[in-house]
């Protein structure tokens, strides 16, 4: 497992990239957040001395095992699967259409993850600012 310096920028690079991607590609906005989570909790894995983490199962496996991080286990579990779906099932904006990715990607999951890791990690300066899509 890389380091948290090494979770925590590369959860705030994807972040970055999140507002760059085209409203018209919503299943690369939700894998590019699916993945800003799993840096989100990989950094908070690994501040809490977790280093067994080496693929999804094992992750997916300590989120599920430990009572801590009961809250984020089910929203990234979730974003996990909406995220598997848009990429292997066809037409992903009948999935999520943009108009649902505010409320059903950033607001359901991504921020009450992120918000999650900040106040289990302690770090007030992990990304929080909303992240903003051109609608046009």
Partial sequence: MASSS??????QHNRE???????????????????????????????????TIVDHRSRNSVLLTTNKYNFICKRYLQLFDLSQTVRYLAEPAAWVPFNKIESDVFGRYLYPIEESVRRLSGNTEAPQAPITIDPA
């Fill in 6 to 11: 090494g979770h925590l920028a590369q959860w």
């Fill in 17 to 51: 990239l999140i507002p760059l991607i085209p409203r018209r590609y919503t299943d690369w906005i939700v894998t590019v957040s699916f993945y800003t989570a799993l840096h989100a909790v990989d950094y908070l894995l690994s501040k809490d001395g977790v280093s």
